[in-house]
């Protein structure tokens, strides 16, 4: 995996988190462009970049569904090991 640092004054909509830095899921991948999704290491919320370099907003519902199986997939995969992650006291 790649780590990317995004702006400093980035945080995430839902919880306020600071949101500085990225993981690549693929090891090839660049950094997070407009439109890439990840989830909030501090809420577990699903989030999308933005226009503005390293900013991100809340996933709408309606585009989640909208995305491919195995995308959906991933997300859930990777929210829910945050979420217990979070719950256990290890992020």
Known sequence: MNKFRLAEDAHCPGCGGQNNAALAIAA???GPKPGDLSVCGHCGALLEFTDEVGHVQHLAASM???????TRKQLAHAQSHILRALKGGRL
Do not use: C, T
């Open 64 to 70: 989640f569904k909208q995305l491919p199986l195995d």
């Open 28 to 30: 090839d991948e660049g």
